[in-house]
Structures are given as C-alpha cells and as structure tokens.
Antibody, heavy 118, light 106 residues
Framework: EVQLVESGGGLVQPGASLKLSCVASGFTFSDYWMSWVRQTPGKTMEWIGDIKYDGSYTNYAPSLKNRFTISRDNAKSTLYLQMSNVRSEDTATYYC???????????WGQGVMVTVSS | DTVLTQSPALAVSPGERVSISCRASEGVNSYMHWYQQKPGQQPKLLIYKASNLASGVPARFSGSGSGTDFTLTIDPVEADDTATYFCQQSWNDPRTFGGGTKLELK
C-alpha cells in the first residue's frame, strides 16, 4: 500500500524558515518524480514544484521558486520542502504527492498544516 | 498561467446523473485530471488524461473533453459522492487547479 506521511508543520513567524518532510512507503521511491502541492484555508490548490526521481532536476511554480526548495533522499525514501522567508499567504495545508508521467498526482499524503503568524 | 474555471457548487439527488465542468483559459490537449476531496481528507485521483479511470475508482465516474472544455460525469450519483471535485491541467507550466466544485446531495 502506497503511503506518504508528511511532518514538520506548525506555527511559524513571518520571515522564518521551515522544512517539511514526507516519508514514502509501499513503492520504489527512487523510481518516481515527486511533487508538493498546497491548499489554502479557502481551499485554493496550488502546485509548488517537483523533483526528478534521482534528484537531479527540480521545477517550481514561478511565484515560489525563489523561496521554496525541494530535495529528496532516496536512501531514506524521504521528500523535503524547505520554505524560507515565509509570509502569511503561505498559510496552507501542504501535501506530498507522487507524480506520474503525464504530470498528474496519483497518491497524496494526509497533509501537514503550516500557519504563518506573529 | 492557465486558469481553470469550475462552477462553485451543484446539488443533485441520489440516483441522478451529474456533470461537472472545467473550462481552461487556453488549450491543454487531453492533459486534464480530476480529483475528489471529501471534508478533512486529502484529494484522491479519479480520472487522468481526460478520460482514463484511476485504479479502484467506480465505473460510475467518467471523464470527457479535450482542448479547453472538460467534463466529469457521475452516473448514478450516490450519497457517498458528497465532496469537492477539482480539475488540474498538466499541459502548460505551471500546473494549475480549478477552484473546485462542491457537490451536495439533496
């Protein structure tokens, strides 16, 4: 059974940094591109970016690429999202997703909440 | 960015057929995908590449369309289908989502 379990969320002050993790199981992690997607409290969904199966390439939504960094550790079957200089508009639930060839998301984690507030 | 427009809400009775639309601001070929999200849960893939049923999804769900106009159809609707349905395109960068259609059962 495919499982994606995110962690690392919480309350963070504006301007701070935060690193989210996603541990994958039930499939060969190193065979798949992975993505992060977020959902605001108003339910708007936004794709953040993805990373190639071997970690050699990343792609980001232009509005986020200067502050967010995606990485992975295939030995640990873990995906990461490093968030820097966070803003109130980054308040959202962040989902780790497995990505398929035509760039849709066939499995989603349960999500982790990030609240940016002073 | 490619904007995907969905109707905000629909209400139908169990046993009926419902069509949920998604219109793209520019062509996305057949690279449109549909997800179901129930309250408090993560999204679940229903349809990929416009018309392909994801694994384990009941055949009551179907998808159609190409270019800019796409439809997710549920026939017949069951009480368990109460959820928000999102479309997502992957033809143009960046990938974008529709605002979601909340389906309520009468």
């Amino acid at each position: 059974e495919v499982q994606l379990v995110e962690s690392g969320g919480g309350l963070v002050q504006p301007g701070a940094s935060l690193k989210l993790s996603c541990v994958a199981s039930g499939f060969t992690f190193s065979d798949y591109w992975m993505s992060w997607v977020r959902q605001t409290p108003g339910k708007t969904m936004e794709w953040i970016g993805d990373i190639k199966y071997d970690g050699s390439y990343t792609n980001y939504a232009p509005s986020l690429k200067n502050r967010f960094t995606i990485s992975r550790d295939n030995a640990k079957s873990t995906l990461y999202l490093q968030m820097s200089n966070v803003r109130s508009e980054d308040t959202a639930t962040y989902y780790c997703t497995r990505e398929r060839t035509t760039r849709y998301f066939d499995y989603w984690g349960q999500g982790v909440m990030v609240t940016v507030s002073s | 960015d490619t904007v995907l427009t969905q109707s905000p809400a629909l209400a139908v009775s169990p046993g009926e057929r419902v069509s949920i639309s998604c219109r793209a601001s520019e062509g996305v070929n057949s690279y449109m995908h549909w997800y179901q999200q129930k309250p408090g849960q993560q999204p679940k893939l229903l349809i990929y590449k416009a018309s392909n049923l994801a694994s384990g999804v009941p055949a009551r769900f179907s998808g159609s369309g190409s270019g800019t106009d796409f439809t997710l159809t549920i026939d017949p609707v069951e009480a368990d289908d109460t959820a928000t349905y999102f479309c997502q395109q992957s033809w143009n960068d960046p990938r974008t989502f529709g605002g979601g259609t909340k389906l309520e059962l009468k």
